[in-house]
């Protein structure tokens, strides 16, 4: 299998990853290692009278510290050290420890408030004190965003990108909810990674954001899926009409629909639609009002592909601005030929066998598209290099639930080559919410001769019972 560390991602999908800063701790214990062995020694003094020499108020109650780990991680609170006052008489005596109000900088969870209970504010500053004492913090749902918003407020970096993670691996890949939730917290806190992650579910789950939510979704919010190559979806046309209806939800007027337009048309990618889409779209009240004042958009769609169709070679057809494949599970490039309409209203699942023990051979082959060398953006249907599919089920524990697990086996051919997949899953041929992986990578050299390393898939642990069989879509570009 490929080199590297299993992920683990909460209720969500393993996949070969490459290591990150944290990962030689425990997955429920992730520690900075910029502490050193003094860490070690200093924990015992945290929340102790012992040598403290400050008092911390936070959510009406009292924590003991001291100036000098406070002030090593934080420029903020070496400052409002420096104006503290001590505890006691007025003015303060000496000896008496300092006391820095915190409830006045806002990050204490208000009655009313979505950030837990007292008890979670009392675990979340403990938690807080632990990693500046210790540099190892065990965040959970419950404590979680106050510690985001105490390394954020006192900028500790270390454990911001800490809980960046954690929420990031609570999300996962599927989490939809969480990931609309975040959203709007991630932007506003500028938190980066955090807001990557959410973006990654939501692009890979574009089709089943539920219609409210989607239509709650500001302008610059659907620019930042739409953008992406990695957006998951059956075709453009489709992305089209979930585009469509949020612009229908939204009321625009005629003057504002073209602002509108303006900051959406650059991202719809209509040389990817087939003849019949380009079509289709051109039929609908927003397709024509688009046409009446853009006709080029259509035009240059239809020259690409017809382009791309005769000149075999590209030589031509490389001078032509194409567009990159997004992540299509119904992929009919510039040039490819769509065999009728009945085919492409064809459900994309096909019933799978499901293996219990690794097999030495599967006759399921993924679905793989292989860019041109002369444009990396024209891709087509290499039938003669797919990839074999082995589908295998796992327990977590005996009368636990059930996952499936997917090995990708490359062509030998394809060493060396970046690739992106998309990996469908559904329990059952009826079931509306599927399971969507995303992975991508370069194909790695196996250790056999003339052999690519395998490529191994993880789902959740979803199922209740055993499968024999799932309903499963595999696509992989290769650039």
């Known amino acids: 299998m490929s080199s590297g560390t299993e992920m683990e991602w909460h209720q969500e ?21 910029k ?53 006691g008489t007025a003015g303060g005596e000496p000896g008496q420890p300092f006391l820095l109000d915190l409830d006045e900088d806002g990050f204490a969870p208000t009655s009313g408030s979505n950030s837990g209970s007292a008890e979670d504010a009392d675990a979340a500053f403990q938690q807080f004190l632990k990693f500046l004492y210790s540099g190892k913090a065990e965040p959970t749902q419950g404590t979680v965003k106050v510690v985001l918003s105490l390394a954020q407020g006192y900028k500790i970096k270390p454990l911001q990108e800490m809980c960046e993670r954690f929420i990031g691996k609570d999300i996962g890949q599927h989490n939809i909810d969480s990931a609309l939730e975040w959203l709007g917290e991630a932007e506003a806190k500028d938190l980066g990674f955090l807001k990557e992650s959410c973006l990654k579910v939501l692009r890979s789950y574009v089709q089943y954001i539920p219609d409210v939510a989607w239509q709650a979704l500001r302008l610059d919010q ?53 003849i019949w889409q380009l079509q289709q779209f051109s039929k609908s009240r927003l397709g024509q009002q688009i046409s009446q004042k853009r006709p080029e958009i259509v035009t240059e769609a239809l020259q690409v592909r017809a382009l791309a169709s ?68 024209v891709h087509r249907n290499a039938a003669d290099e797919t990839w ?40 059952k041929e009826d079931t509306t919410n599927p399971i969507i992986i995303t992975h991508s990578g370069t194909v790695e050299k196996g250790t056999k001769r003339a052999t690519a390393d395998g490529i191994v898939l993880i789902g959740p642990y979803i199922l209740e019972e055993k499968p024999d069989y799932i309903y499963s879509r595999e696509v992989v570009f290769i650039n």
Not at 233 to 239: A, H, P
Not at 250 to 271: C, D, G, M, Y
Not at 407 to 427: A, C, Q
């Open 13 to 33: 999908v393993i996949i070969k990853a490459p290591k990150s800063d944290d990962e030689d701790c425990e997955p429920s214990q992730k520690s900075c290692r």
């Open 35 to 87: 502490l050193g062995a003094l860490s070690h020694h200093i924990q015992k003094f945290m929340n102790q009278p012992e040598l403290s020499d400050v008092v911390l108020r936070f959510a009406g109650k009292q924590y003991r510290s001291h100036r000098l780990i406070l002030g090593a991680w934080s420029g903020i609170f070496e400052d409002k050290l420096a104006k503290a006052p001590r505890m």
């Open 222 to 274: 659907l620019v930042s899926i739409i953008e992406s190559s990695d957006v998951v979806i059956e075709d453009e046309y489709c992305l089209f009409l979930k585009i469509e209806a949020w612009i229908k939800s939204k009321q625009v007027t005629v003057e504002n629909l073209w602002a509108t337009l303006e900051v959406i048309l650059p991202h719809i990618r209509f040389s990817n639609m087939t």
């Open 310 to 377: 005769e000149e075999v070679d590209f030589s031509e057809v490389s001078e032509i601005q194409f567009v990159p494949p997004r992540l299509y599970l119904k992929f009919v490039p510039p040039g490819g030929r769509l065999s009728s309409i009945k085919e492409a209203k064809k459900d994309i699942f096909t019933r799978a066998r499901v293996n219990h023990t690794l097999s030495n051979y599967s006759d399921r082959r993924a679905q793989v598209w292989r860019s041109n060398p002369q444009n990396r953006n």
């Open 388 to 427: 074999e599919v082995n589908i295998m089920s796992r327990q977590e524990n005996v009368g636990k639930l059930w996952r499936v697990q997917v090995l990708l086996t490359p062509k030998w051919d394809h060493i060396g080559k970046e690739y992106r997949i998309v990996l469908y899953i559904k329990s």
